[in-house]
């Protein structure tokens, strides 16, 4: 079967991942809302996660071996995306420990070359350089490629976990652009519509 009358099972995988456990929570809300962009402006599949949902077994977890069924399937989730939107929130000018944890227990290999759009949230502008100064050098290591616009919301460019502030909003429509640079026949298809 070719990849035309695969239908939606040829779809590209958008996978987004907060590192949050809160609920609501405004990173998770503000990947939602770049997920659903990108998704609008290129075809993709798209879901959205977050530590919530991958559960207990990840704090006593030292190996991915260790991981239940559930955290496993996420694990696989972000590894087998076709891009990779990564949100966490800021604390004291960085991740949360187990959203590192998280990412610890992903192969060393298994992002290379995968595109990945960053984005963190925070209380104040003080938070803003955390996408820069943590999250682009983290993936870095994996030799993933960080899209050049990260997308980085503070309290106030959020009203009721909605996206308000038409700055963010420019952001991150800048941001969705960059994903056309790894993804250039959709695009194009996008384009011509």
Known sequence: MNEDEEGDMTKPRLVAFAGSY?????????????AGRASSAYGFSSTVHDLGDVGPSLGAAQWPSQLDAQAADIVAQVTQAD???IGSPTFKGSYPGLFK????LIEPGALRGKPVLIAATGGGDRHALMVEH???????????HTLPT????????LLDYRVSAPALSARIDEAVADI????????????AE
Do not use: K, W
């Open 150 to 157: 990260a997308v980085y919301a503070s309290t106030s460019d």
């Open 134 to 144: 943590q999250l682009r050098p983290l993936f870095g290591f994996f030799m993933a």
């Open 83 to 85: 891009l990779l939107l």
């Open 180 to 191: 056309g640079a790894f993804f250039p026949r959709l695009a194009t298809a996008i384009a």
């Open 101 to 104: 944890h998280f990412i610890d």
């Open 22 to 34: 809160n609920r609501p929570s405004r990173t998770v809300s503000l990947l939602e809302e770049i």
